[in-house]
């Protein structure tokens, strides 16, 4: 009975295409191979395919690049925003 309870619970994805990281992300395939080319998004071959894995996307999309909404006014965090982020490594 337990092994059919396993089958019902599902796991977390582990890694995103580069078209799912688009799409979660909002950002274009174009920026997305600027900042690995960069070095700030790190990606992992399974024979033909890259994929993103999920913490470097978590990685990219959460701390410094994050913007937040207070008093009905925009802030960037203290790192800047990803545009900012992405114009100081060149990409």
Same mark, same amino acid.
């Not at 203290?78 to 100081?88: F, N, T, Y």
């Given at each position: ?30 920026? #997305?191979?600027? /900042? ?6 790190? !990606? =992992? +071959?399974? %024979?033909? @395919? &890259?994929?993103? $894995?999920?913490?470097? #996307?978590?990685? /990219? ?6 913007? !937040? =909404? +207070?008093? %009905?006014? @925009? &802030?960037?965090? $203290?790192?800047?925003? #990803? ?9």
């Amino acid at each position: 009975m337990e092994t059919q309870i396993a089958h019902l619970i599902p796991l977390p994805r582990l890694s995103y295409s580069l078209a799912e990281s688009e799409a979660m992300s909002g950002l274009s395939r174009s920026s #997305l191979y600027r /900042l690995i080319a960069a070095g700030r998004l790190k !990606t =992992v +071959h399974c %024979g033909r @395919r &890259r994929l993103v $894995p999920a913490i470097e #996307l978590a990685k /990219l999309l959460d701390c410094d690049s994050a913007i !937040t =909404v +207070h008093d %009905g006014e @925009r &802030r960037t965090k $203290p790192g800047g925003s #990803l545009r900012q982020v992405m114009r100081s490594t060149g990409t």
